[in-house]
């Protein structure tokens, strides 16, 4: 396995580990109704690579695409030594050292944009995931009530931090 930073071509793979993802019963996305469309993913990752602020990395097992990390600095130059990040791995992979890897790629691309502070957020079922962001050092800061609407639903999300 490699981390490395996403390439447009990678835009089928990252579809589908989203739908995978998005598709479990435990609800770990925000969004209930899959992924962006291939096109949309490309897109997306061709406009981010030009932009200094925010990357897309992914965990690449032999082409396939097991894990997705993406971070982006705040942009109010108050918070802009914040940034924050998004991570997802595919659920036969869990528990290997795949979101690990990808965490210290997102520390490593904050010290060298100057970010100091690094912030995700996890809803409250989904211990391991809080479980291995608090091993890799992050830290409970708050608790989010009714912070994202996932269909018809409001929930929850727990506030983490790591400082890089």
Partial sequence: MIVRRAEPGDAQGLKELGD???SEPEGWLVTTNG????????RYLRAIRRYPNAAVYVADDDG???GRLSIARDQHPASR???DLGLMVDQSRRRQGVGTALLEA???????AGVRKLELHVFPWNTAAIALYEKFGFVREGYRKEHYRRGD???DAVL???WV
């Fill in 35 to 42: 992924w962006r469309n291939v096109a949309d993913e490309r």
């Fill in 153 to 155: 639903d409001y929930v």
């Fill in 81 to 83: 030594h914040v940034a």
């Fill in 64 to 66: 396939r695409i097991i």
């Fill in 106 to 112: 997102a520390v490593d691309w904050g010290r060298h």
């Fill in 20 to 22: 995978a993802v998005g």
């Fill in 160 to 162: 983490m931090a790591y």
